[in-house]
């Protein structure tokens, strides 16, 4: 009997086939005690341990590349995070064997994770998957993960690691389903990156019984149990039309009246340049330069390496718009030599462009390294500094880029609800702004977007946020300046039209949603999109925004 559930949607698309399970965790290793003659021996063998695990993490991360390579090689810091392993050291020190000592070590410091807020407490899922990978290796057992199948399948998981998620193969996992996370965790951009449909925070998802099939439907967030044969019909002829109007959807962003809303995409490093190319992006309008940075968190890259990195993802877009990021460390992104290790709640610490102002130097080369990919080249580059607060964070930004030699227009990240309601103020020291949805979400409801139990506040078809939206863009118009999206936000192809229509003038996402959100655009006059806009900001709920906004959307 065909019954039907409901999570997020979070990746565009339908999947139906036969659900797959994850293999389950790591069995508790036995708690026995070892002479103390073999310390030093089962010692030897946790550290081999730990850096196999961040090596296979750091190779996972070279082969999928993009966005995928930076949350790995974050996981590999977390892995080789020097307090955890002294901990480690000391617990076989008192008899413990190596995989005990590993355990019981990860288990003190997830305690405290979990214990100091939501935000840090969203970091657990990554820390139990680094655990489990180290305590397989020295219990010589399979690492459990994506299930072994040679027929494609639907996976459901409680929540996928970044590890799992970034090397799926899209020929065999036709989409999956979660229990944990949100719109904008981790599982979720990978999704979109992928192209593979995905719906998190279903609960009861690890319910499903496994061979059941189910068909996703990763736009509404809808899961079908035991699909009749009309309903399979119905989505899959959705499908089919969805891909017919992708294929006849090219050119720039507009909309059916010819207002232009260039369409940017998000990238991660130079390896995500390619998918950007193909999928007809604009230009940039969001490159994080963190990859470079977690390379090594012992000191910043050298500064022809930067330029080197910088000049890769420049030249593929000549005479187009590249938006790039200055390095935003902090909160989950730590840095040895640049983040203080004990800040209580490192998301409302010395994150962002505070970090950089601590470290003047490393802003420096880092301007200094973009100005010089730059040279000879037709593009045209903009930069922007990360977690802005007000009209001095601003300031102190557009100084430092003046002081480097940057020929570049300036700007600042709107992620901070006083950088939305004082925009007109920061736009006198900057060119432009780019309202990063995913961390004013975060700010603006105190949810973490980690956390899957706060997933509907991380909406953002949430009023509040359109109406900080709203307040940014129209800020911007008054002084003649642009405002575009570099959150997930832009990604929703419905969204994307009440976006412009609250007078967003870009709009950045993962490429793998370009073609959705021009296609959709392109059927809608700017006044529609105006309409919409004004009906989800008179709603009080996201899912009366979402429901408001489409209805004007279709005419009715």
């Known amino acids: 009997m065909e019954t039907t559930l409901r999570g997020v949607g979070v990746s565009h698309g339908v999947a139906i086939g036969e659900v797959r399970h994850m293999g389950t965790a790591v069995l508790e290793p036995p708690a026995k005690q070892i002479p103390a003659d073999e310390a030093e021996r089962e010692q030897g063998r946790a550290r081999q341990a730990v850096e196999a695990v961040a090596a296979d993490l750091i ?31 000391r617990r076989i020190t008192v008899g413990s064997t190596a995989e005990r000592g590993v ?20 970091r657990v899922a990554d820390l139990d998957d680094v655990r489990n990978r180290i305590v397989a290796r020295l219990l010589g057992v399979p690492m459990p993960g994506v299930p072994d199948s040679d027929e494609p399948y639907v996976l459901i998981a409680r929540d996928l690691a970044p590890a799992d ?103 991660g490093g130079p390896g995500d340049v390619a998918a950007a190319v193909e999928a007809g992006a604009e230009g940039v309008g969001l490159f994080r330069t963190e990859f470079l940075f977690l390379d090594d968190s012992k000191q910043a890259p050298a500064e022809a390496k930067q ?47 505070r970090t950089l102002l601590d470290h003047p130097d490393v802003l420096r080369t880092q301007l200094t390294a973009l100005a010089k990919a730059a040279e000879g080249l037709p ?57 990063g949805t995913n961390d004013l979400a975060q700010y603006t409801f105190a949810a973490d977007r980690q956390v899957g139990a706060v997933s509907r506040l991380q909406d953002p078809w949430q009023p509040a946020l359109l ?59 700017l006044a529609q999109c105006e309409r919409a806009a004004a009906a989800a900001r008179a709603a009080d709920t996201a899912d009366d925004a979402r429901a408001a906004a489409r209805a004007v959307l279709s005419g009715e």
């Open 467 to 525: 109406d900080l939206v709203a307040a940014s863009a129209e800020a911007a118009k008054a002084e003649g300046k642009s405002c575009g999206v570099c959150g997930e936000a832009a990604s929703d192809p419905e969204l994307a039209c009440v976006l412009t229509g609250l007078g967003v003038t870009s709009l950045s996402m993962g490429a793998a949603s370009i073609p959705y959100v021009r296609a959709t655009l392109a059927k809608h006059t």
């Open 165 to 267: 998620t970034a090397l799926l193969d899209p020929t065999l996992v036709l989409g999956f389903v979660t229990e944990e996370g949100g719109p904008t965790s981790h599982s979720a951009i990978l999704a979109r990156a992928l192209g593979v449909p995905a719906v998190v925070a279903l609960p009861g998802a690890g319910e499903l019984v496994e061979g059941t099939v189910i068909a996703v439907d990763g736009s509404t967030g809808e899961i079908f149990v035991d699909p009749s044969a009309e309903k399979r019909a119905e989505l899959e002829r959705a499908a089919a039309e969805r891909k017919a109007a992708l294929a006849a959807s090219s050119g720039p962003g507009a909309t059916s009246d010819g207002h232009k809303v260039p369409l940017l995409a998000n990238v």
């Open 307 to 353: 330029v080197e990195a910088y000049r890769k993802v420049l030249e593929a877009f000549p005479e187009g718009r590249v938006v790039v990021r200055v390095l935003d460390a902090g909160a989950d992104k730590p840095l040895d030599f640049l983040t203080p290790a004990d800040e209580p709640n490192p998301a409302l610490g010395v994150r962002g462009l």
């Open 59 to 89: 190779a996972r991360g070279n082969l999928a590349g993009g966005e995928a390579q930076a949350v790995l090689e974050a996981q590999a810091l977390m892995a080789q995070d020097p307090e955890l392993m002294a901990d480690v050291e």
């Open 103 to 122: 355990y019981d070590a990860f288990a003190a410091y997830r305690a405290l994770l979990a214990g100091a807020g939501e935000y840090l407490a969203g």
């Open 379 to 435: 593009v045209y580059l903009e930069v922007m500094a990360p977690m802005v607060a007000d009209r001095i964070d601003a300031k102190a930004f557009a100084d430092a880029c003046r002081e480097a030699g940057l020929r570049a227009k300036f700007g600042a990240m709107v992620e901070i609800p006083s950088a939305a309601l004082r925009a007109r103020s920061i736009l006198q020291e900057v060119e432009f702004l780019s309202l």
